[in-house]
């Protein structure tokens, strides 16, 4: 059974950074994506951006482009997701989940394995 667990959410001033990490456990990375998603009371789930097995391609929100950062450490079975320039619309609850096998996408219905997600709110 594949276990996706975030951390690295809190409270952060407008500006400030903060870095998301998901760590995987029960199988390998094997060759699929990875990919984070938020989503903020009383909306829908959003894209904020994905990675390729090898790191070597990523994607990101318009919402989040030149600020938010995506790596992953697959020796660890890790992703990271480095937030700076903080903003107060950014806060939502963080989810990273397993995608595609060899290619991102920005669609939820194809992720699959998501962790319980971590909360980051930004205050103003």
């Known amino acids: 059974q594949v276990q996706l667990v975030e951390s690295g959410g809190g409270l952060v001033q407008t500006g400030g950074s903060r870095r998301l990490s998901c760590i995987v456990s029960?199988?390998?990375?094997?060759?699929?994506?990875m990919g984070w998603f938020r989503q903020a009371p009383g909306k829908q789930r959003e894209f904020v951006a994905a990675i390729t097995y090898s790191g070597a391609f990523t994607d990101y929100s318009d919402a989040v482009k030149g600020r938010f950062t995506i790596s992953r450490d697959n020796a660890k079975n890790t992703m990271y997701l480095q937030m700076n320039t903080l903003k107060p619309e950014d806060t939502a609850v963080y989810y990273c989940?397993?995608?595609?096998?060899?290619?991102?996408?920005?669609?939820?219905?194809?992720?699959?394995?998501w962790g319980q997600g971590t909360q980051v709110t930004v205050s103003s």
């Open positions: 989940a397993i995608g595609p096998i060899n290619y991102v996408s920005a669609y939820v219905d194809h992720y699959k394995s």
């Open positions: 029960g199988r390998t990375f094997g060759s699929n994506s």
